[in-house]
Every structure is written in C-alpha cells, then in structure tokens.
C-alpha cells in the first residue's frame, strides 16, 4: 500500500525494538571497538521502553513524540537525545493524523534527520548514524519523485542505509567518542550507522 497507517507506524517503532535486541551484542561489540560498549545496552533499553507506549497513541504525532520522549529518557549516551529528537522532529512534522503516504512520510523523516543533525552537529562522513540515514533519505526521496511508490522508495533507503553504514568502516570520526581515538577510529564500522540501518531494515519487513 502506498500509506503506512498509525499501526503500521507503530509495528515500525515495534520491529526496531526486536531487530536491536536481536542486534544487542553486535552492536555493543561494535561500541567497544571504537567507544565506551554500551551501544546495544542503551539502543535495547530504549526501544523496549517504547514498545510499552505504542498502543497509547491515536494519531501519528503523538506515537512518534512519546516514542522521541521515551527514547531521550532511557538510551541515554551520546544516542539517545539523537534518536530522540529524530522522532520528536519527525512526530511534529507529521502532525496531527493516523496516516502517512509516501511522500509525508519522506517530509517528516527529513525533518527528523534535520533536526538531529542541527542537534549534533553532524555532517557527512564524521562516521556517525547520520551516514546511515542520509543517504537512505535521500533514496526515499528520489524514488519517491521518479514516482515508483512506497515500497520500491523502502527498499532503495534500506539498501542505501546499509551501504552508508559500510562506507563508515574506513572513516575516521569526528562526532561522538570515537573521535577522541583519533586516526585509529578507522577500521571499525560505526555502531550508531548500524542501529541506524537497523530502522530501515524494519521499514522493509512485509508486516510494518
Ligand atoms: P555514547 O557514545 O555516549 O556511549 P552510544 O554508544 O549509545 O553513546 O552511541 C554512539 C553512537 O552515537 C556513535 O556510533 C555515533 O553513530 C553516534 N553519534 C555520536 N556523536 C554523534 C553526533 N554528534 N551526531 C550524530 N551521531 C553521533
Ligand atoms: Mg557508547
Ligand atoms: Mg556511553
């Protein structure tokens, strides 16, 4: 179909929630390589707290604001207020409705990455989540304009996230803690670009 309801939407925040915690200790593992090894902890945490909240909701600002609060209060790290304001941007985009096409889904997703980016002052290829989801907005968006539909638009963010989360392996990063190791960040594929590519991948599941 080419709108995601508001329980889709929610099946969305529902399946990240069990694709990080069958992710946790890679993720974590990952974050020990180049951080402080709490990534898979703070993400599991986070989105298990959301999933408490999903059937409160009756319009898609407030499922994507609680899950952005939810997110704030218990990931905690570097991380949390990210994917928090990610969410919360994202729910004051969407306003006050029970569904999203394609392309208001694209526009709120944006606004969320907008408002992450302005929040952690990220750019491109510093080897954070953000290489991840810029690229695969990006995807949604052309695919979007070449008007093929949503589900073609899912795919290409979903391969476009991943294959941005690999290119982060040879970087050396500027944001977050791995910066502080320098030259030796390279070498290590960032765990934020992976939880990130975890978002798409639930995007993509047949039941969200
Ligand atoms: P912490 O580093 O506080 O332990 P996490 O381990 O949960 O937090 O998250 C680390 C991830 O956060 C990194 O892999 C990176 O993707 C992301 N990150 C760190 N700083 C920034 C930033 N300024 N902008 C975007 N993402 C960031
Ligand atoms: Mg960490
Ligand atoms: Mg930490």
Do not use: C
């Not at 529902?14 to 890679?26: M, S």
């Not at 004051?92 to 999203?100: D, F, P, R």
């Not at 392996?169 to 944001?175: E, G, I, N």
């Amino acid at each position: 179909a080419d709108e995601l309801t508001l329980d889709q939407l929610a099946d969305w925040l529902r399946r990240f929630a069990e694709l990080i915690a069958a992710n946790k200790d890679y993720l974590t593992d990952l974050d020990s390589a180049i951080g402080d090894a709490d990534h898979g902890a703070n993400m599991a945490r986070g989105t298990a707290a959301v999933v408490t909240h999903l059937d409160d909701a009756t319009t898609v600002d407030a499922l994507f604001k609680k899950a952005g609060m939810t997110l704030v209060g218990t990931v905690g790290g570097t991380s949390g207020p990210l994917y928090g304001t990610l969410f919360m941007k994202m729910g004051m985009s969407a306003g006050s409705v029970t569904e999203l096409d394609g392309p208001a889904f694209a526009r709120a997703f944006r606004a969320g990455l907008d408002g992450l980016i302005a929040r952690g002052r990220t750019e491109l290829n510093d080897k954070t989540m953000v290489d991840a989801m810029a690229p695969a907005l990006d995807a949604l968006d052309a695919v979007l304009a070449a008007g093929s539909g949503l589900p073609a638009a899912i795919a290409a963010a979903q391969a476009a996230a991943a294959a941005g989360r690999d290119a982060t392996t040879p970087l050396v990063a500027r944001k977050g803690r791995a910066s502080y190791l320098g030259e030796r960040s390279a070498g290590h594929m960032d765990p934020g670009a992976t939880s990130a590519t975890l978002l798409f991948d639930a995007l993509t599941d047949p039941a969200a």
